[in-house]
């Protein structure tokens, strides 16, 4: 089965600033997906970007960048010019292409200080 | 594109009492949909797949006759918590998965709290 493993419980970051939350997981697959998603107070999830597993190029969504090291299994979301409205439970997900269920991490959750 | 709607978005009942949870795709057709728990400052927690059509597949650890799952059309899949106890408060989400890999839809989740 496969684990998704996020250790750091809390983080926080000054506005403006860059952060990067880390993500490990383990899986004997070669194909998969590797989401980050965001749950604001509300509770939606909220798609923040998504890696092919045989992509070797890293995603980037305007100010959120991925750095995917597959062969160490790491998969770590970088947060640039952090802003206020970032500042929610960021989930680490693994979906596999065999039955596209999804995997979550234990969250990590980031706050953006003024 | 790709809507999945979840009604209620809070729901409160006596303990003993069954509640359903709709999660209904909009815009598109979903063979398969996912039922998640998320207690709180938690992770979300699969609990099973929903078919079309067929069987949904239950996590382990995850009571398949207190927690029915029925999917009977490609737009909708349903969660019924029977006789609901204080221990099954929590927040369920459901998702849908769509078209290639890339698609995956959550819901807005069901608050359920059983007094």
């Known amino acids: 089965a496969q684990t998704v493993t996020q250790s750091q419980p809390e983080m926080s970051v000054q506005e403006a600033e860059t952060v990067t939350l880390s993500c490990t997981y383990d899986?004997?697959?070669?194909?998969?997906?590797l989401f980050w998603y965001k749950q604001p107070p509300s509770r939606q999830m909220i798609l923040v970007i998504r890696?092919?597993?045989?992509?070797?190029q890293n995603a980037t969504e305007n100010r959120f960048s991925v750095n995917f090291q597959k062969a160490a299994k790491s998969f770590s979301l970088k947060i640039s010019d952090s802003q206020l409205g970032d500042t929610a439970m960021y989930f680490c997900?693994?979906?596999?292409?065999?039955?596209?269920?999804?995997?979550f991490g234990a969250g990590t959750r980031l706050t953006v200080k003024p | 594109g790709a809507v999945v709607s979840q009604h209620p978005s809070w729901v409160i009942c006596k303990s003993g009492t069954s509640v359903k949870i709709e999660c209904r795709s909009l815009d598109f057709q979903a063979t398969t949909m996912f039922w998640y728990r998320q207690f709180p400052k938690q992770s979300l927690m699969l609990m099973a797949t929903?078919?079309?059509?067929?069987?949904?597949?239950?996590e382990q650890g995850v009571e398949k006759d207190k927690f029915l799952i029925n999917h009977a059309s490609l737009t909708l899949s349903t969660l019924t918590v029977t006789s609901a106890h204080p221990e099954d408060s929590s927040f369920y989400i459901c998702?849908?998965?769509?078209?290639?890999?890339?698609?995956?839809?959550f819901g807005s989740g069901t608050r359920l709290t059983v007094v």
């Open positions: 929903s078919n079309e059509g067929s069987k949904a597949t239950y």
């Open positions: 997900a693994f979906m596999s292409s065999n039955n596209n269920d999804m995997r």
């Open positions: 899986t004997s697959e070669n194909n998969y997906y």
């Open positions: 998702s849908a998965h769509w078209g290639s890999n890339y698609g995956y839809t």
């Open positions: 890696q092919e597993a045989y992509k070797q």
